[in-house]
């Protein structure tokens, strides 16, 4: 059991595909979902993770057992999406554990950094 769990809200996009009409993007509609994690704030390990220029950017540490998906330029999936407090974080990182108890550390970054305040 993973303590200090709260609920938290998931969106994931599903893979892009085409239009045989025209040929576009058709990008579908996110699922949503709600999931525990604990949230904890980023730590200086953690944001050595990060590229160099995310690494001053606002961010959440996780531990789940619902596994997550950061972005795939090579498929053209969006990153998952976690909503905590009312704010979305984009996954950014995630890292299997099966230390224990078979979990995921993700990082996730505030998707509207501009607008933050922190």
Known sequence: MILG???ITLKRHVAQTRSEATGEAVIAAPT????????QPL???DRQVLPEGL???YGKRMYTTTEMFPADQDTGVTGDIVTIDG?????FNVKRERALLKHYKVLALRTQEADAGV
């Open 87 to 91: 704010e979305d974080y984009e996954v």
């Open 5 to 7: 769990l709260e609920d």
């Open 55 to 57: 690494r001053s950017r």
């Open 43 to 45: 730590n200086g390990k």
């Open 32 to 39: 949503s979902s709600t999931v525990q994690a604990s949230v």
